[in-house]
């Protein structure tokens, strides 16, 4: 995963637990391989997915990439086996979820766009603990450039003629050697003098 990716999941994090509060028991932000009873309730959030496509022309500029990004929340809670027509407060709390995040401007402006969101609802057992898991994944899409590093920082050109050649060895004309200073604006010789055709900065190579 980006590390753009991460900074998505965290502000995700840090809103929920600022909404929450006390109603989570556990929060996680890497998946549960084993949840304990006493977790419970507990609120993941994860990175569950993250792609990079190119972003137009291959090798036209500096890599740059669109990225899709999936991030998955995972609320659960112990439910009574014998208490079926009672609806778990996880449903209404794992709704809440738009609201905290989708009319936060601090989470909005961190992508490009929301572009996709799933939710689904399942039981497990976790020894004899019923677990009711609402999970939701929310896809975003935001974008990369890397440009590149220069360690040249180009202030000068060295230019170089090719005579002599054997056309012209008799002829007397000289190989010039010339550097050329570069500012933001215009490219001067090193020397106002060999511009003129005197050739005082010349050297005969």
Same mark, same amino acid.
């Given at each position: ?97 738009? #609201? $905290?995040?989708?009319?936060? @401007? ?5 992508? %490009? *766009?929301?572009?996709?969101?799933? /939710? !689904? ?61 570069? #500012? $933001?604006?215009?490219?001067? @010789? ?5 511009? %003129? *055709?005197?050739?005082?900065?010349? /050297? !005969?190579?």
């Amino acid at each position: 995963m980006s590390h753009y990716a991460s900074t998505v999941q965290l502000k995700a994090m840090e809103l929920a637990q600022a909404h929450f509060g006390a109603r989570f028991k556990t929060y996680r932000l890497t998946p549960m391989l084993q949840v304990q009873p006493g977790d419970l309730p507990i609120l993941g959030v994860y990175l569950l997915r993250e792609r990079r496509l190119q972003d137009g022309h291959a090798n036209h500029t500096e890599p740059h990439f669109k990225h899709t990004m999936t991030l998955g929340f995972s609320g659960g809670v112990h439910v009574e086996t014998d208490r079926q027509t009672y609806l778990p407060p996880i449903e209404e709390w794992m709704s809440e979820l738009d #609201d $905290v995040l989708l009319t936060d @401007p601090r989470f909005v402006n961190l992508t %490009e *766009g929301v572009t996709e969101m799933d /939710r !689904v609802a399942q039981f497990a057992k976790v020894g004899e603990t019923t677990l009711y898991e609402i999970r939701v994944e929310m896809a975003m899409e935001f974008s990369s450039r890397f440009p590149p590093i220069i360690v040249d920082d180009f202030k000068s050109v060295k230019v170089t003629t090719q005579f002599p050649d054997k056309e012209h060895a008799d002829d007397g004309t000289l190989q010039i050697e010339r550097i050329y200073e570069l #500012d $933001v604006t215009r490219a001067t @010789p090193a020397s106002p003098q060999a511009e %003129e *055709g005197d050739h005082a900065d010349a /050297r !005969v190579l």
